[in-house]
């Protein structure tokens, strides 16, 4: 998969860690799996404002990265 400047994205297989740190706080499940990108800072984001969302977000980026565009 290609990103938006041609830069390639490598897609790591999930960690089971990641997922049980996305649920538990979704910040810290992002950074495992990303590292300190604008998918983790829109995860704090959405953690600040509700927890929920939070959760969904981080699930989301995880589970199904290929489909959110976000780095």
Request: glycine residues 8%.
């Amino acid at each position: 998969m290609v990103g938006q400047q041609g830069r390639e994205l490598t897609i790591r297989p999930v960690s089971v860690w990641a997922v049980v740190a996305a649920v538990l706080l979704p910040p810290l499940g992002v950074f495992l799996q990303r590292g300190v990108t604008p998918a983790f800072w829109i995860t704090v984001l959405l953690t600040v404002i509700a927890w929920v969302p939070g959760i969904l977000f981080a699930l989301a980026l995880l589970i199904v990265p290929d489909k959110i565009s976000i780095r």
